[in-house]
């Protein structure tokens, strides 16, 4: 039931789980990856978040067939990535960091000459390709300047126009803005967000461990963790589910900490669903706060009447929500999430 | 179409290879300064030697020694082109591009190959206008010769190439071949001399090595004015052609087979 495992669309998919052992320096055997299973839809910012070597780059490596996997299907638009290469490579372009590929002595856009002959464009097309690129980058007035001249942001705006020399509908990223300056970066994700796929519908994978660039820029996301994917769904579902806890901070008219607020904090660490309670006391010895690590459902009512037993004066209220790094430490750090919430979806 | 597509990569790599060369404006002058420095260093050595070849190509010293040079000049470029553009982030990027394996080396070795070819006319007109170099050239066999040098080279190439992937240094195979050429190639004198400076027999081992076959055609067709239609001639051409047509195949699948191990094990991107 070949065609039944295959995906459709502008899609990419591995099933049964993809396998990939590689060599170790000492001859051992690491396994890269141990069964991934997911799906990433037409039109849409798929993420992929994970400490160092949890696989990203290496799952990204074998969708643009640069690395073979051992065990398991992945297809590119229902192109088998190990079996049809060709038609993969015709379907998704790659935008690597690592692999520079340009020549330091020639210009902007010799070098992308020199990649449209490679992918067999037509001259005039290649040509009308390369300054529409240019252009949607921003780089065509230091167009004809030699490479070597490009600071670190422009050399990556020049990677992704060979990336998108081909006009494929799916484009992969390793960590597409590491080394770009936060103005930089921010125009970059633009690009990739609002040009790129909500303009042009075109499908990105990509890798990052920017976890608020992933929140800012991604439909869904996949926690990958030593090879294996410990969580998928959308950021805010992930942030939801995957985090146990809240904040809840609150600011109080400062009074002298004195002896009773400690049995305060004792009754309040005491009140069920409070995992940690922290004041705030200045250099003068007032208590300026409390903030409070609470489980994110528990009623707040017990904590409130608590504080107003011993008449603390409030001068604001207000929760934090649980951000995706929240939710990252709670499933890859040390706080684990529980076993039920560390199935694979 | 796919041909026209084929030739346009090449020409890509070309093109690339000598705009990014003609940037290097000190470097241009100090290579062409190298050639005529090396026509003249090695025609005065063959002119003290003044040494009547009499084995194999009927020549004098002068004229077996420069042509020789020329030659070597000629076939480094290909055994060293792609090894030296080699990189992992490269290769990454350029094996995206889902071109071919011949497009691929073909295309890496061919503006050497045209700067070794533009560098071959000075050192045969200055060994000729100077040390008094004579050439009895043969075209379709000259021809001939460097087509099956050409594939016997682009195969060592390939050979190099697949095993530098994998190995991420110098191929012990190609190094050692390039050794034992200095020594039993007869790049500096006919190879039957080994028999008379060892012992007799030794100079069988040079025949079973690819660059013996490129420096004696190529001999052959420039200074002995050979017809292709000799039997004697074709047959040893024929040899030469064998060992082109084992090579060819044999570096395409040595190529084919490191970048894949590369790829299973990870490490195409690694250096």
Request: hydrophobic letters at 45%.
């Amino acid at each position: 039931m070949r065609g039944h495992h295959r995906g459709h669309g502008n899609s990419i998919r591995s099933l049964d789980g993809i396998i990939k052992v590689i060599k170790g320096n000492q001859g051992s055997f690491i396994e890269a990856l141990g069964g991934l299973d997911l799906q990433v839809e037409e039109g849409e910012i798929f993420g992929i978040l994970g400490p160092n070597g949890a696989g990203k780059t290496t799952l990204i490596k074998i969708l643009c067939t640069l690395v073979l996997h051992d065990e398991g299907e992945a297809y590119v638009n229902s192109f088998d990535v190990q079996k049809e290469p060709g038609k993969v490579l015709d379907n998704l372009q790659a935008v690597l960091p690592g692999s520079r590929g340009f020549t330091w002595r020639l210009s902007g856009r010799q070098n992308l000459e020199f990649y449209a002959l490679l992918y067999g464009l037509e001259d005039e097309a290649a040509r009308k390709r390369i300054d529409y690129l240019l252009e949607l980058t921003g780089l065509l007035e230091r167009a004809d300047d030699g490479y070597q001249r490009y600071s670190t942001g422009m050399q990556r705006k020049l990677l992704l126009c060979r990336g998108l020399l081909r006009d494929t509908p799916i484009i992969l990223f390793d960590e597409p803005t590491t080394g770009l300056d936060p103005y930089s970066a921010a125009e970059f994700r633009k690009l990739l967000r609002d040009r790129l796929v909500r303009e042009e519908g075109k499908t990105i994978l990509m890798s990052t461990h920017n976890l608020s660039e992933a929140q800012e820029m991604c439909d869904r996301i996949a926690i990958l963790d030593r090879g294996k994917i410990i969580a998928c769904d959308t950021p805010d579902n992930i942030r939801y589910k995957m985090v146990d806890t809240s904040q809840f901070n609150v600011a109080l008219h400062e009074n002298a900490y004195v002896e009773r607020h400690e049995e305060m904090l004792a009754q309040l660490q005491g009140i069920t669903g409070v995992y940690r309670v922290t004041p705030d006391i200045s250099h003068e010895g007032e208590l300026k706060g409390l903030s409070f690590r609470i489980d994110k459902d528990m009623d707040l009512s017990a904590i409130l009447e608590s504080l107003l037993g011993y008449e603390l004066s409030i001068k604001a209220i207000n929760s934090e929500e649980p951000t995706l790094e929240d939710a990252f430490i709670s499933i890859t750090g040390s706080l684990p999430a529980p076993p039920w919430r560390r199935h694979r979806r | 179409m796919k041909v026209s597509i084929a030739l346009k990569q090449i020409m890509a790599f070309t093109k690339r290879d000598f705009k990014s060369w003609t940037t290097y404006k000190t470097s241009v002058i100090t290579q062409l300064i190298s050639i005529l420095i090396g026509v003249f260093s090695w025609g005065v050595r063959a002119s003290y030697v003044q040494r009547a070849v009499s084995e194999m190509y009927d020549s004098d010293y002068i004229s077996f020694l420069i042509v020789g040079i020329a030659i070597g000049n000629l076939i480094m470029p290909l055994v060293q082109g792609v090894e030296r553009r080699l990189n992992p982030w490269t290769l990454e990027t350029i094996l995206m591009t889902n071109m071919s394996t011949p497009v691929f080396v073909i295309g890496n070795v061919m503006w050497n190959y045209l700067f070794s070819i533009i560098t071959f006319v000075p050192y045969l007109v200055i060994g000729v206008l100077v040390f008094g170099v004579e050439m009895n050239v043969n075209i379709p066999a000259t021809i001939l010769a460097f087509l099956i040098s050409a594939a016997i080279l682009m195969g060592l190439a390939m050979v190099s190439s697949g095993l530098r992937i994998v190995t991420k240094s110098t191929d012990p195979v190609t190094w050692a071949i390039n050794v034992l050429q200095n020594l039993f190639s007869g790049i500096a004198f006919p190879v039957v001399y080994l028999d008379t400076i060892f012992f007799p027999g030794v100079s069988t081992f040079s025949w079973f090595l690819p660059q013996t076959w490129v420096y004696h055609l190529c001999r052959l067709a420039i200074l002995t004015n050979p017809s292709i239609t000799d039997p004697g001639i074709a047959i040893q051409f024929l040899k030469g052609l064998i060992f082109a047509v084992v090579l060819l195949p044999v570096g395409y699948k040595t190529f084919k087979w490191g970048v894949n191990r590369a790829k299973r094990e990870g490490t195409l991107g690694h250096y």
